[in-house]
């Protein structure tokens, strides 16, 4: 009968975890200065870029007072993966906007950011 061994799975060890979120922290505030520059290559209109802004700001500024009771809650895991979903609207509005001329678009990217970006931050 073969014994049972703990071996350790290299993607679950703690340096490949540490890894994985220091790249992410590494990047994220480039793709946000990169995202809430430049408004769809220039072809939103500044008012638009400033609104969506705004939006993203002021959500991930009231999600971060709150967002240690969810980590607390359901732990940092599930406090990064919920945090940096987020990030894939924001990214996306701006090719939208291009296509389709979908305002509403830019706004619910941006408050899905600031509602995600919170969570991410704080894991």
């Known amino acids: 009968m073969p014994s049972m061994e703990n071996k350790r799975i290299w993607y679950r060890t703690t340096f ?5 979120v220091g790249i992410a922290a590494f990047v994220a505030p480039g793709l946000y200065n990169a995202l809430a520059s430049t408004g769809a290559g220039g072809a ?5 870029v400033m609104a969506g802004n705004v939006i993203l700001d ?15 809650r359901f732990g940092l ?15 996306i509005s701006p090719q939208s906007f291009l296509r389709f001329g979908t305002e509403w678009f830019v706004y ?7 509602l995600s970006a919170g969570l991410f931050w704080a894991a």
Do not use: D, H
């Not at 939103?44 to 638009?48: D, E, G, N, R, S």
């Not at 895991?77 to 990214?91: I, Q, R």
């Open 77 to 91: 895991k599930t406090t990064f993966v919920v945090g940096t979903t987020g990030y894939a609207y924001v990214s």
């Open 58 to 72: 002021m959500l991930m500024f009231a999600v971060c007072f709150f967002a240690s009771m969810f980590s607390n």
């Open 44 to 48: 939103q209109t500044p008012y638009l």
């Open 108 to 114: 619910f990217g941006s408050a899905c950011c600031g």
């Open 16 to 20: 490949f975890n540490l890894t994985i």
